[in-house]
């Protein structure tokens, strides 16, 4: 069993920027692959990015290339996701997933909580 705590959201204005950590809890160690994802009220979740289990490989929704990045540190059972150039359209609660690093949802098997994350114009 893999816990998964997100931190790191809250409130900023567009342009400004936001780090997502997800902490792997009560494991000694933690190599999977990990995926960030997001929901906005009334939509659907979608995939934002993701890192394979070493960090070498990710991921990136079209929407966020360039802006945000997805990053790793196994010795810290840690995988972040700063985002920059945030814009009102990226507020949502923003999940962090292990199992894969694909946007096919049904291959995560651990999610976490979730975080808001609120953009103002």
């Known amino acids: 069993q893999v816990q998964l705590v997100e931190s790191g959201g809250g409130l900023v204005q567009a342009g400004g920027s936001l780090r997502l950590s997800c902490a792997a809890a009560?494991?000694?160690?933690?190599?999977?692959?990990v995926g960030w994802f997001r929901q906005a009220p009334g939509k659907e979740r979608e995939f934002v990015a993701g890192?394979?289990?070493?960090?070498?490989?990710?991921e990136y929704a079209n929407s966020v290339k360039g802006r945000f990045t997805i990053s790793r540190d196994n010795a810290k059972k840690m995988v972040h996701l700063q985002m920059n150039s945030l814009k009102p359209e990226d507020t949502a609660v923003y999940y962090c997933?292990?199992?894969?690093?694909?946007?096919?949802?049904?291959?995560?098997?651990?999610w976490g909580q979730g975080t808001q994350v609120t953009v103002s114009s």
């Open positions: 890192i394979t289990a070493s960090g070498s490989g990710t």
């Open positions: 997933a292990a199992g894969s690093y694909t946007p096919r949802e049904n291959y995560y098997h651990y």
């Open positions: 009560g494991r000694s160690s933690f190599y999977y692959p």
